[in-house]
Each structure stands twice: as structure tokens, then as C-alpha cells.
């Protein structure tokens, strides 16, 4: 059974910092892409971040870009979200997924994942 596990959310001030953290277990983690999403109230989810199976590559949506940085730990089965300079606009719940990298990845595209967590909540104050 695939779980995927989510922490480091909480309420934080603009211009503050947090890092979520997401936890994979039941699957090969070497073999899949992970990424992170997130849905602010009234929104569709949208795509934040990504990072190939061998955590070669990172992809970043256009609004976090050189604020966010997506990385992972194999030997903890773990990928990370380093969030910095956060504004109120980043307030959502943030979601992980794991694509499988053996099957045409497709970054940024919610549909090509196939496991998601529960989700955890930033919030950030101005």
C-alpha cells in the first residue's frame, strides 16, 4: 500500500520560512518523480514543484521560482519543499505525489501522478 505523508506545515509571517517534508513508503521511490502541489481556497490545485526519479532535474511553477527548492533523500524515502521569502499568496494546502518515472513524465500535468497525500496547510500572514 503507497502512503505518502506530509508534514512541516503551520502559520508562518510573510517574509518567513517553513519546509515541508513528505514521506513515501509501498512503492520503489528511485523510480518515481515526486512533486508538490497546492490548492489555496476557491482555486484549482496548481503545480509548485518537481524533481526527476534521480533528483537530477527540478521544474518549479512560474510563482515560486528562486523562493521554493524541491530536494530528496533516497535513503529516507523523503522529498523536501525549502519554502523561503513566503508571501500571503503561497497560503494552500500543499499536496505531494509520485509519478512513475518509467512512464512518459509529464512534470507539471496532476493527471500523470498516480499516488497523492492528505495534504498539509501553510499558511502565511502579512
Known amino acids: 500500500q503507497v502512503q505518502l505523508v506530509e508534514s512541516g506545515g503551520g502559520l508562518v509571517q510573510a517574509g518567513g520560512s517553513l519546509r515541508l517534508s513528505c514521506a513515501a513508503s509501498?512503492?520503489?521511490?528511485?523510480?518515481?518523480?515526486m512533486g508538490w502541489f497546492r490548492q489555496a481556497p476557491g482555486k484549482e490545485r496548481e503545480f509548485v514543484s518537481a524533481?526527476?526519479?534521480?533528483?537530477?532535474?527540478?521544474y518549479y511553477g512560474d510563482s515560486v521560482k528562486g523562493r521554493f527548492t524541491i530536494s530528496r533523500d533516497s535513503a529516507k524515502n523523503t522529498v523536501y519543499l525549502q519554502m523561503n521569502s513566503l508571501e500571503p499568496e503561497d497560503t494552500a494546502v500543499y499536496y505531494c505525489?509520485?509519478?512513475?518515472?518509467?512512464?512518459?513524465?509529464?512534470?507539471?500535468?496532476?493527471?500523470?501522478?498516480?499516488?497523492w497525500g492528505q495534504g498539509t496547510q501553510v499558511t502565511v500572514s502579512s
Open positions: 524533481i526527476s526519479w534521480n533528483g537530477f532535474s527540478t
Open positions: 505525489a509520485a509519478q512513475n518515472a518509467r512512464f512518459g513524465v509529464v512534470y507539471y500535468s496532476q493527471d500523470r501522478y498516480a499516488y
Open positions: 509501498g512503492l520503489t521511490f528511485s523510480s518515481y518523480v
